[in-house]
């Protein structure tokens, strides 16, 4: 099965901090996102890319950046954190063929902003 | 609105019995996954499908993108099976969209 790792698994920052949040997929996948999942909300789109170098906004991007810097590596950085993006975060990955589309999650990074 | 709605929100199941969960969708979705979010929060790809039904064990699936639906059957429910279950559609191919799940607790 595909492998998608995620680092921290528990982080705990204050108002103001600065947060970087890892993720690595050794599965030759193009597609990486990340997503925050919130009671009531579901899994919330926040930043996603297809390649090293690309970045693609999703539907809740605001205080947060994004870089993928390899194909492997995705990267959620939030520079002034709030409150409100005390969350569970997840990492996912895909290809792009029939054969590798299927989605793959990491075991998320529960976040606390304090 | 909500693109893509899953019924119901909530299910209770004994051991052993049968159920079926349901995903509607307003967008064009050309294919679907299914996913089970477990009690320990680990998010588990169940079912990738384009058009037609898979079956798992004792799950089957099954995706009409004419009458924009899917649904997902559990038989003999066990007690593994509880969690919180998500469907999930990519409207122009690229970031899926998820429905706010269904949780589903089974009981002995």
């Known amino acids: 099965e595909a492998a998608v790792t995620q680092s921290p698994r528990n982080k705990v920052t204050v108002t103001g901090g600065n947060v970087t949040l890892s993720c690595r997929q050794t599965n030759s996948h193009n597609y990486m996102y990340w997503y925050r999942q919130d009671t009531g909300h579901g899994l919330r789109l926040i930043h996603y890319?297809?390649?090293?170098?690309?970045?693609q906004i999703g539907d809740v991007p605001d205080g947060y950046k994004a870089t993928r810097t390899t194909q492997e590596d995705f990267f959620l950085l939030l520079e002034l954190a709030s409150p409100s993006q005390t969350s569970l975060y997840f990492c996912?990955?895909?290809?792009?063929?029939?054969?590798?589309?299927?989605?793959?999650f990491g075991h998320g990074t529960k976040l606390s902003v304090l | 609105g909500d693109k893509v709605k899953q019924s119901p929100s909530a299910l209770s199941l004994q051991e052993g019995t049968n159920s079926a969960l349901r995903c509607n969708f307003s967008i064009a979705a050309t294919t679907v996954q299914w996913f089970l979010q477990n009690p320990r929060g680990s998010l588990i790809n169940l079912f990738y499908?384009?058009?037609g039904t898979k079956e798992n064990g004792r799950l089957k699936s099954a995706f009409d993108s004419k009458e924009s639906y899917s649904t997902l059957h559990i038989r003999d429910a066990q007690l593994e099976d509880s969690g919180t279950y998500f469907c999930?559609?990519?409207?122009?191919?690229?970031?899926?969209?998820f429905g706010t799940g269904t949780t589903v607790s089974v009981s002995p």
């Open positions: 999930a559609a990519p409207p122009g191919g690229r970031a899926l969209i």
């Open positions: 890319s297809y390649g090293a170098g690309n970045l």
């Open positions: 499908l384009v058009p």
């Open positions: 996912a990955s895909r290809g792009t063929n029939l054969s590798n589309e299927r989605l793959f």
